[in-house]
């Protein structure tokens, strides 16, 4: 995509102040998850948005199966976005598969970010010996046999149990976003992610990192966010909240602001 990348994935820039603050959104959502979060902290931040390749709002031309095989590919859509914008140091925040992204960037790009809040993050969804990653390999080929069996289906079943709170305008919100990318590319997206395995390189990490979990998520057993704080390279604190679900900026958003702005000052 080269120089056309802002308007690709529809790169946004808002607010005020001298430090960037960038929100990159997780499997299913687009930039729109973050728009109950932003109002706190546009005052203060030059916030920056975009749209991960795979999102429905992203023309799906510029998804590039051969391209975007793994995560380090959109390690390099970020990080052409942040050069793009002169941008030389920024604070990020990432959910879920982008928390990984922004981990691969740090250790690519130490210098450029001042600090990583990840939430719902999991550097392997994958059950393994003496490792508690949520899933058995077999439940995960049931979920991909679903997914091409009935999109529709799998959507209106996946939803709410991704939001998990009870709140039932995050669970509308977040099934119009999946409705909106192409059933294909879900897909492979998603065997990307549950087929990546990040364990062995957070020990590289040196930049401070924040861990936002849930008390209950279904995609990332808590246990997960001590196993990255024991094992990312360097300073790192993990924030319980005392809500439930893996997308708390929807079914949460106020509970959830304060603690991002609590690490952030940190």
């Known amino acids: ?46 916030v920056i948005l975009f749209d991960l390749v795979c999102a429905g709002s992203v023309n799906p031309d510029y998804f590039n199966f051969r391209r975007y095989t793994n995560l380090e590919a959109y390690v390099d859509d970020l990080l052409n976005i942040l050069d793009t914008l002169g941008v030389d140091r920024c604070f990020y925040v990432g959910h879920s598969v982008s928390a990984m992204i922004g981990i691969l960037a740090s250790i690519r790009r130490p210098e450029l970010f001042t600090k990583l809040i990840m939430i719902g993050a999991s550097p392997r969804f994958l059950n393994d010996k003496d490792y508690h990653g949520g899933f058995e390999q077999e439940e995960i080929e049931s979920v991909f046999v679903a997914m091409e069996a009935n999109y529709e289906a799998w959507v209106k079943g996946f939803a709410p149990l991704a939001v998990g709170a009870d709140v039932p305008a995050a669970v509308r919100e977040f099934s119009r976003t999946l409705f ?12 990307t992610v549950f087929n990546s395995d990040l364990r062995g390189i957070l020990g590289l990490v040196k930049v ?15 246990s997960v966010a001590k196993y990255l704080k024991n094992h990312l390279g360097g300073k790192a604190t993990v924030e319980m909240l005392r809500t439930e679900g893996h997308l708390p900026h929807l079914s949460a958003p106020a509970m959830l602001a304060p603690v991002i702005r609590r690490a952030l000052s940190r």
């Open 1 to 46: 995509m080269g120089s056309h990348i802002l308007d690709a994935l529809n790169v946004r820039v808002e607010g005020q102040g001298d430090k960037f603050l960038v929100f990159a959104h997780g499997f299913g959502t687009d930039q729109s998850a973050w728009q109950r979060i932003l109002p706190f902290f546009t005052p203060y931040y030059r």
């Open 208 to 222: 401070p990192c924040c861990v936002i979990q849930t008390s209950k998520d279904v995609s990332v057993p808590a």
């Open 180 to 191: 909106n990318m192409r059933p294909d590319i879900t897909l492979f997206v998603s065997r």
